[in-house]
T-cell receptor, first 118, second 112 residues
Framework: GAVVSQHPSWVICKSGTSVKIECRSL??????MFWYRQFPKQSLMLMAT?????????EQGVEKDKFLINHASLTLSTLTVTSAHPEDSSFYIC??????????????FGSGTRLTVV | GDSVTQMEGPVTLSEEAFLTINCTYT??????LFWYVQYPGEGLQLLLK?????DKGSNKGFEATYRKETTSFHLEKGSVQVSDSAVYFC???????????FGSGTKLNVKP
């Protein structure tokens, strides 16, 4: 079945540095990728939606200059957390929708990235 | 706007007990409804889905029925196993499937 690879699975960085998280669809082309953030014991919050070749659409309250999303190809989307601070520490999960998906059932989630900013 | 409310956890059950996790939704139009499962340290996996009223989604012994009259999509399993221990998320998606709304998740602990 469809597989989404997310890398790294965990990362620790110093406050003020930037971190890049990759999301790859391994065996399908993803026209749309989604980035979620999950706070401890809470649900997933949609941060942004990215379509290949176009600018990402950010949800209200999400700083687009802080969370840079690039969807350069049909198999790769990246999330860069710029000038990270401890409050950015969270679990980030990507999701990809295959080009062939018609019923919304084909969404595949990555395994997530645990970001800790110290 | 669209939203999903599910029962708070954690839910702790003994093996072979009956499971119910409640989920209700608010949506405009006719959403599709989903249950996702998240095992420790992993991403979300689709467990089951239903696309219209009275549809029943089922998988791995889990079932949920799309009830439009009560705007509910409760998850049930007749006999849980230790391996079912995970966090379960109820979710809905609108007509274009471009946005998912998730509930807060319910952690299930199954003891031997």
């Amino acid at each position: 079945g469809a597989v989404v690879s997310q890398h790294p699975s965990w990362v620790i960085c110093k406050s003020g540095t930037s971190v890049k998280i990759e999301c790859r669809s391994l065996d399908f082309q993803a026209t749309t990728m989604f980035w979620y953030r999950q706070f401890p014991k809470q649900s997933l919050m949609l941060m942004a939606t990215s379509n290949e070749g176009s600018k990402a659409t950010y949800e209200q309250g999400v700083e687009k200059d802080k969370f840079l999303i690039n969807h350069a190809s049909l198999t790769l989307s990246t999330l860069t957390v710029t000038s990270a601070h401890p409050e950015d520490s969270s679990f980030y999960i990507c999701s990809a929708r295959p080009r062939t998906d018609r019923g919304g059932y084909g969404y595949t989630f990555g395994s997530g990235t645990r970001l800790t900013v110290v | 706007g669209d939203s999903v409310t599910q029962m708070e956890g954690p839910v702790t059950l003994s093996e072979e007990a009956f499971l119910t996790i409640n989920c209700t939704y608010t949506a405009t139009g006719y959403p599709s409804l989903f249950w996702y499962v998240q095992y420790p340290g992993e991403g979300l996996q689709l467990l089951l889905k239903a696309t219209k009223a009275d549809d029943k989604g089922s998988n791995k012994g889990f079932e949920a029925t799309y009830r439009k009259e009560t705007t509910s999509f409760h998850l049930e399993k007749g006999s849980v196993q230790v391996s079912d221990s995970a966090v379960y998320f109820c979710a809905l998606s609108g007509y274009n499937f471009n946005k998912f709304y998730f509930g807060s998740g319910t952690k299930l602990n199954v003891k031997p």
